[in-house]
T-cell receptor
Framework: NAGVTQTPKFQVLKTGQSMTLQCAQDMNHEYMSWYRQDPGMGLRLIHYSVGAGITDQGEVPNGYNVSRSTTEDFPLRLLSAAPSQTSVYFC??????????FGSGTRLTVV | GIQVEQSPPDLILQEGANSTLRCNFSDSVNNLQWFHQNPWGQLINLFYIPSGTKQNGRLSATTVATERYSLLYISSSQTTDSGVYFCAATPTGAGSYQLTFGKGTKLSVIP
């Protein structure tokens, strides 16, 4: 039981490049979500999903896409990276929407 | 959406001292969690506590849902308690899957 696994742990992108941050959980959790953490801002919700095939926007969705084709995976896509997307990204999952488990994070730098 | 406010923003303690961290929230909640983010950035789930009182070793938490606040109590603090403590909540009703974080309390425990 690995919990919530995020890859990669670190990434450097050039402005305009695209990439996908991977998130996988093996706990059969229906609820999954992506957060970004910036200094002094706490964690802010980007996108979330309440089950396979269902996604919705959170507080800061611009510049990010998500899809949920399986219960286990919830990738976050940056289509054209910008320096403002430099942040630490966390994926989380929950069985019922009450009590979330977080991954170890991906530290992204856009230059 | 729900507002989550934490106090104090910063706290410095001598090893062995006790402390109380506060979290106020603006709406009824169906999920209230306390997290510890260690110096390596890992988010550790401390308590899931939408109401009532729980204890885990030197840490305890109380949520008074009717008055919309939660307290995290740390007794006999140790240097390993250093880091940032986050409170996060999801409201009842619309948006009930969206976990909203406070900005955290940064705790420094000095020997």
């Amino acid at each position: 039981n690995a919990g919530v696994t995020q890859t990669p742990k670190f990434q450097v992108l050039k402005t305009g490049q695209s990439m996908t941050l991977q998130c996988a959980q093996d706990m059969n959790h229906e609820y999954m979500s992506w957060y970004r953490q910036d200094p002094g801002m706490g964690l802010r919700l980007i996108h979330y999903s309440v089950g396979a095939g269902i996604t919705d926007q959170g507080e800061v969705p611009n510049g990010y896409n998500v899809s949920r084709s399986t219960t286990e995976d919830f990738p976050l896509r940056l289509l054209s990276a910008a320096p403002s997307q430099t942040s630490v990204y966390f994926c989380a999952s929950s069985l019922t929407g009450a009590g979330y488990t977080f991954g170890s994070g991906t530290r992204l730098t856009v230059v | 959406g729900i507002q989550v406010e934490q106090s104090p923003p910063d706290l410095i303690l001598q090893e062995g001292a006790n402390s109380t961290l506060r979290c106020n929230f603006s709406d009824s909640v169906n999920n209230l969690q306390w997290f510890h983010q260690n110096p390596w950035g890992q988010l550790i789930n401390l308590f899931y506590i939408p109401s009532g009182t729980k204890q885990n070793g030197r840490l305890s938490a109380t949520t008074v849902a009717t008055e919309r606040y939660s307290l995290l109590y740390i007794s006999s603090s140790q240097t390993t308690d250093s880091g940032v403590y986050f409170c996060a909540a999801t409201p009842t009703g619309a948006g009930s899957y969206q976990l909203t974080f406070g900005k955290g309390t940064k705790l420094s425990v000095i020997p």
